[in-house]
């Protein structure tokens, strides 16, 4: 399957810029994945879709502030640092720009030297690791010089950083936010609670590759970056009891997705587990845990446009992407929500 297979066009004034005032009032795409039958609605009617025994899973990563502004120690010029993921203790992978003069052993500070960085070393795709000296806690230190990695496609400045977080984030490490879970709020989740649906929390710390468009041709040459996912044993012993006793898995995000499809067997039981994944999934994959998917509008030739294609059929979802287009509604991190049923 070609890459451009999945190519759609979209105006420029539907890339969401920023976030609406209330999260549940996005609107919301109810898509039968079988026969693409279509519903238009707002977030908040997303209950209305869960039943009694469901379970909701839900990926409570939280976002680091993880674009830092410096300067070469004793030049003038500013450079951009992106925290990726930690290697170890205060060493780093990185995005550097402009990276040529960044080469091994070049120093940088920021806040005027509350944070100093050495180059360590470089990969052959650019990424730099870095090793970081400060004071004190570094979380506390990022929190105060940091920045919201916003996707390169947003270009307004976030006034809150909390609309960059889902209400339910807990475990800090992500470059990217999990943006289906934008759209709940606590009351909602509460609602959802009471209604009888069991909700369930797994973290996958987001990477920067989610952004970073399928440059090869054919999909299956595409290698997929890898992200660090915790499931604990209570939450897998719920999600396998929801299937047992008949309830729906309904997954939040691709993120949530790809964690319980990694972790999950044939029988679509899933256990306690940490690690590493870089599942790819793309059409042709079966499905083993998951049973609905609650996600947002992808961009065009993305592995997370593959993902969805591949939960309903990549001419459904064309199909649907375009009745979105159609009908204004807002595309990628702040954008609007799609139920896939």
């Known amino acids: 399957m070609k890459t451009k297979d999945f190519y759609y066009n979209l105006p420029q004034e539907l890339i969401a810029q920023h976030p609406i005032k209330d999260r549940v009032e996005s609107k919301l795409l109810v898509l039968d994945k079988t026969t693409g039958e279509i519903e238009h609605r707002r977030f908040k009617n997303i209950i209305e879709y869960?039943?009694?025994?469901?379970?909701?899973?839900?990926?409570?990563?939280?976002?680091?502030?993880?674009?830092?502004?410096?300067?070469?120690?004793?030049?003038?010029?500013?450079?951009?640092?992106?925290?990726?993921?930690?290697?170890?203790?205060?060493?780093?992978?990185?995005?550097?720009k402009p990276g040529k003069k960044m080469k091994i052993g070049t120093t940088i500070e920021f806040g005027n030297g509350i944070l100093k960085g050495e180059v360590l070393s470089i990969y052959e795709d650019g990424v730099r690791i870095i090793d970081f000296k400060y004071e004190g806690i570094f979380e506390e230190v990022l929190d105060q010089l940091g920045e919201m990695p916003l996707p390169p496609y947003i270009t307004e400045k976030l006034e809150d950083k909390e609309r960059y977080q889902t209400v339910y984030s807990k475990n800090l490490g992500s470059a990217a936010a999990p943006t289906a879970g934008l759209h709940f709020s606590i009351d909602l989740l509460k609602d959802i609670e009471k209604k009888g649906i069991n909700i369930v929390y797994l973290t996958l710390h987001v990477g920067l590759g989610t952004f970073r468009p399928v440059k090869e041709d054919d999909i299956n040459d595409h290698h997929m970056h890898s992200e660090y996912f915790e499931l604990s044993d209570q939450a897998a012993n719920i999600i396998n009891n929801t299937k047992e006793n008949g309830g729906r898995i309904i997954s939040v995000g691709t993120t949530s997705t790809r964690t319980l499809e990694a972790i999950g067997n044939d029988d679509g039981r899933v256990c306690g587990k940490s690690g590493w994944t870089d599942i790819f999934i793309y059409p042709g994959y079966k499905f083993k845990v998951i049973d609905c998917l609650i996600t947002n509008f992808h961009l065009p030739e993305s592995t997370l446009l593959m993902l969805v294609s591949a939960f309903s059929t990549r001419e459904i979802i064309l199909n649907a992407y375009q009745v979105a287009i159609d009908n204004r509604y807002r595309f990628f991190s702040f954008g609007d929500a799609m139920f896939l049923k």
């Open 50 to 96: 869960l039943n009694p025994g469901d379970a909701l899973v839900l990926n409570d990563t939280r976002v680091l502030p993880a674009r830092l502004f410096g300067n070469r120690i004793g030049k003038e010029e500013s450079i951009e640092v992106l925290l990726l993921k930690r290697v170890e203790k205060d060493a780093w992978e990185t995005l550097v």
